[in-house]
């Protein structure tokens, strides 16, 4: 991923055909090690192609592909109108649980430590 991410970069900056070089000088700058069996592997796959067709066509691709969304409704509690103490009782555990998900948040260390 970080060696197509340098090419693109390059190619956004206007090298439209860079070469494995151009690419270990990206990565270098910000003291990334190029694997040279992968990046000879993308520029051999990328050579002649247009990126923004690549792009364009990926795109698409992804866009035909499902991303989840809309779960359902809520499952159905069993005799939810029996009596208003039951409802009561059901609320009590779901409270211990958001407090254990809350204790869990932290996990030992900070955003930015």
Request: proline letters at 4%; a negative charge.
């Amino acid at each position: 991923m970080k060696h197509l991410a340098a090419y693109m970069l390059l190619g956004l900056g206007g090298n439209t055909s860079p070469s494995s070089e151009d690419i270990k000088n990206v990565l270098d700058s910000v003291g990334i090690e190029a694997d040279d069996g992968r990046l000879e592997k993308l520029i051999s796959e990328l050579k002649g192609k247009d990126l923004q067709e690549l792009i364009t066509e990926g795109s698409n691709k992804l866009a035909s592909v499902p991303s989840g969304g809309g779960g359902g409704g809520a499952a159905p509690s069993g005799g939810a109108a029996a009596a208003g103490g039951g409802a009561a009782a059901e609320e009590k555990p779901a409270e211990k649980e958001e407090e254990k998900e809350e204790s869990d948040e932290d996990m030992g260390f900070g955003l930015f430590d």
